[in-house]
């Protein structure tokens, strides 16, 4: 076996530049092939991240009627225990929201206030700052940092986060001890219940500040339903339903609840056991799922791209093969005089074209590596101004290793047919070939 090897590197060395030319080729194609499904890998859990940032995928949100002839259909501390007793059923989280209009410095906005039980106030993991202190009277919110966006100036027009935002410069330049621009923690709110700025305001503290992807003020529950009571026109609660006589109805209804199911696999049954009581129910697993099916295609697409460039060095390490038979004629001819084997024969052209295409495959990955992390996770987020450190493109072990084993695999299948034609050749045709 070993003369094999030496053979095989031999002919390599002599015939350096169509090595050289052929190995290029399957580099190009294995760049081609990884790059493009590493990009596919990338932007899928980049999508599938946002996808999930706002909540698991085994949440499911339902919304109930908010008019009073619709009382089966409300979503109330009864119905809610109801909920809870479904089968795969772990918890249900009930929301309760009241229209805001709210003053900060210049600016202004149009928001709401979401009212949550304590329990899940405390699960949050605020960037800066903390949750809110219970107290029972006074009302505090923890802020996501994309309500900024909702402030404008309403002389200007100029929103919160166009006027304040600062430059890549100057981001640069700030100080880490120097309080972020985008930092509310500490601050006060002058704030309207029921969009109606002509009514008694109430000064709201900032407690802590979640990411920039959440656009919601998060604050407790009970005391934001104290503060609705103690704001109440004529016994009508902000945001509460009345019977059809225009009265209160006596329970609290709350404007949309957050139900946890045990397993994903059982999000789209509780979806249509939901909806069947009269809920409006929604999931962020509707919204993946369809991610997934787009992502699936947009991979196919990419990943056939790359295909066509290693298609192309297959052929060529198939054209290489065939050429190299064709020079190498006088050397098959002595070698079967010798005694070579036919198998042995074939062995040393499958070994060429499969070093040629491990060659190739290794190559072609440490490029694909470069290009992915330099070329697309770095220039290419810069480019596109996505946040740090986002990888654009993924390359799993799984793909690394394949890849390599791919461009094996290809090699030894492109060289298959010049290798099974020279170990058939016999001495005397290939002595009068060579005359």
């Known amino acids: 076996m070993g003369f094999i090897w030496r053979l095989c590197i031999a002919n390599m060395k002599q015939r350096g530049i169509r ?33 999930t940032m706002d909540g698991s995928v085994t949440d499911v949100r339902i919304y109930g009627s908010n008019e009073g002839k619709r009382r089966d259909k ?34 202004s906005a149009y928001m709401e206030f979401t009212g949550v039980p304590r329990t899940y106030l ?4 605020p960037e800066r700052g903390s949750v809110p202190e219970v107290n029972g009277t006074k009302l505090s919110v923890l802020m996501g940092a994309g309500a900024l966006n909702l ?20 981001q640069k330049e700030m100080d880490n001890n120097i309080k972020h621009w985008n930092d509310w923690s500490g601050e006060y709110l002058e704030a309207y219940l029921g969009y109606n700025e002509s009514g008694k305001s109430i000064r709201v ?61 059982n999000v789209d049954t509780i979806v249509k056991r939901l909806s069947d009581m009269g809920y409006q129910a929604e999931s962020n697993k509707e919204y993946v799922d369809e991610v997934q099916r787009e992502i699936k295609i947009i991979q196919i697409l990419l990943g056939g791209i790359g295909a066509i460039a290693l298609v ?12 190299s038979v064709y020079d190498r004629i006088n050397e098959i001819g002595v070698l079967k005089v010798l005694g070579c084997d036919p198998d ?15 060659i190739g495959g290794v190559i072609g990955l440490i490029c694909s590596y470069g290009i992915s992390r330099l070329g697309i996770n770095k220039l290419g987020v810069k480019l596109l101004e996505m946040p740090k450190n986002t990888q654009l493109a993924v390359i799993p072990p799984w793909l690394a290793v394949s890849s390599v084993v791919l461009a094996i ?20 045709e290939a002595v009068k070939r060579n005359t």
């Open 312 to 323: 192309v060095a297959v052929i060529g390490i198939g054209n290489t093969m065939t050429t």
């Open 151 to 170: 402030f404008y100036n309403e002389n200007t027009g100029v929103s919160y986060a166009e006027a304040k935002a600062p430059t890549k410069e100057e």
């Open 205 to 265: 503290p900032i407690t802590g500040m979640l990411s920039e992807y959440d656009f919601q003020m998060y604050c407790d529950m009970e005391t934001m339903k104290k503060i609705l009571k103690r704001n109440a026109a004529l016994g009508v609660i902000e945001g509460q339903p009345t019977d059809e006589d225009g009265n209160p109805i006596n329970e609290w209804v709350y404007s949309y609840a957050v139900v946890k199911v045990d397993d994903v696999e």
């Open 122 to 125: 405390e699960a949050m993991k």
């Open 344 to 358: 042995e024969l074939m062995g040393l052209f499958l070994l060429e074209s499969g070093i040629l295409g491990g």
């Open 19 to 51: 090595t050289g030319l052929t190995i290029l080729g399957v580099v190009i194609g294995v760049i081609s092939v990884v790059s493009m499904l590493a990009l596919g890998l990338g932007v899928k859990n980049e999508l599938l991240s946002e996808a």
């Open 409 to 428: 695999l290809l090699g030894i299948f492109a060289g298959y047919l010049p290798a099974k034609w020279a170990s058939k050749m016999r001495p005397i």
């Open 74 to 107: 409300m979503i109330t501390d009864r119905r809610i225990q109801d909920i809870e007793e479904i089968s795969h059923v772990e918890g249900v989280t009930p929301m309760l929201t009241a229209g805001t209009y709210i003053k900060y410095d210049r600016y």
